[in-house]
């Protein structure tokens, strides 16, 4: 679970940058998280909604300085320790990434594959100060912290020279990857996109950057759903990248006509993401994340609805008669095959559903709202 959800991505840095990168917010839905404070409790409360077990997912602008200004690649272990403290007391792992947006020195729309040599080196200096601050969550929790890469650069119009800025990103990824890190404490993850605002035109990092860079180096390959073409879907691509690679960071998210990171909701692709990832069996080789930010409804409740969304998902997979498909599918009875899957439409799930997040200890799908209710009324609505 992410912590963007909570505050509209702003972090605790104060350093007045927009936040750029091809990121919008969109809506002023009162309660928004002002300090960490707030922010974990606000996500406590969602937890508290959630069956399953469940991880924290940073951003390096939520460091906590004391009101000092720290430069993003001066950046230390330090910086976090409340979060790792917080984590630790109550049971969660953390994930981190370092925020290659939101200040001076991207405002270009470049940073690792930046023409300049001296941005580039403050980007990888940033990027390996987020890698140290992962190992450190991964050996104070006693679980690895995956520590994700995504950068913004790219064109708004055509491009002269597409290469140049590609053989730049991947000298600076050899210069921030060069440490070597214990896998028990850190995993490093890559994350590619098609194209963002302001980079409509060319995208340095895009899925074929990225996959040859995953397969080469041996790092996690992250997959967002709303970083590809509308018509294309993520789901179709797992089994074609797990032949390849042997970790998958999904980003499930929700665009609409763009990558516009809607809540998630249990919709077609959604659950076709978990039959993909239940089928397969990949699930022991795969992280999935929740990425995407509304501030135009309840914050705590876009959390709620997100996490259970996903869950659902993968519950429908586990439920589903996988070898009686299968075994119509190879005797070519394609018309048993889809009469199942209309028949699995109207199972009864809900009840299954309800009776999985009692034995959770959380409310079922027709009281949980009622206690984000409260919680407005008693926490979100006094925040000005």
């Not at 200004?69 to 792992?93: Q, Y």
């Not at 950057?209 to 073409?229: M, N």
Request: charged share 25%; with cysteine.
């Amino acid at each position: 679970m992410h912590c963007w959800q909570g505050d509209d991505i702003r972090g605790f840095e104060s350093s007045g940058d927009e936040i750029g990168g091809g990121l919008a917010v969109t809506g002023n839905y009162p309660g928004q998280a002002r300090t960490p404070d707030e922010l974990r409790t606000d996500f406590e409360k969602a937890l508290s909604l959630i069956p399953g077990r469940h991880r924290f997912n940073l951003h390096a602008i939520y460091a906590e300085t004391e009101g000092r200004k720290v430069e993003r690649n001066e950046l230390l272990p330090e910086h976090f320790a409340t979060w790792a403290d917080w984590a630790r007391s109550i049971g969660i792992g953390l994930d981190f990434n370092p925020t290659f947006f939101s200040h001076s020195r991207a405002e270009d729309g470049f940073t690792l594959a930046h023409p300049d040599r001296g941005v580039r080196n403050f980007w990888i200096e940033h990027g390996q100060a987020c890698r140290r601050i992962g190992a450190a969550f991964g050996e104070a929790l006693g679980t690895p912290c995956l520590t994700n890469v995504w950068i913004p650069d790219g064109y708004k119009d055509i491009p002269a020279d597409r290469r140049s800025p590609r053989d730049r990103l991947v000298a600076s990824l050899d210069e921030l990857f060069r440490e070597r890190l214990a896998p028990s404490a850190n995993l490093d993850a890559v994350e590619c996109k098609l194209f963002g605002l302001g980079s409509e035109s060319y995208v340095v990092g895009s899925h074929e950057f990225y996959l040859g860079y995953a397969i080469s180096r041996d790092t996690v390959l992250c997959l967002d759903a709303g970083h590809f073409h509308p018509t294309e879907v993520v789901s179709d691509k797992i089994s074609s990248v797990m032949l390849w690679i042997d970790r998958l960071l999904l980003h499930v998210s929700r665009g609409i006509r763009w990558d516009s990171d809607h809540v998630v909701v249990l919709s077609d692709e959604m659950r076709e993401l978990g039959k993909e990832l239940v089928r397969g069996g990949y699930l022991p080789r795969v992280h999935i994340g929740l990425d995407f930010f509304d501030a135009s409804i309840n914050r705590v409740a876009a959390w709620v609805i997100g996490a259970r969304a996903v869950l659902k998902a993968l519950l429908l997979a586990l439920l589903e008669p996988t070898g009686k498909l299968r075994q119509m599918e190879l005797q070519q009875d394609y018309t048993g095959r889809l009469a199942l899957h209309e028949q699995l439409l109207t199972m009864p799930f809900g009840t299954v559903w309800d009776r999985y997040c009692e034995m959770q200890g959380v409310p079922t799908e027709s009281c949980w709202l009622q206690e984000v209710r409260r919680y407005e009324a008693t926490e979100l609505g006094r925040r000005k």
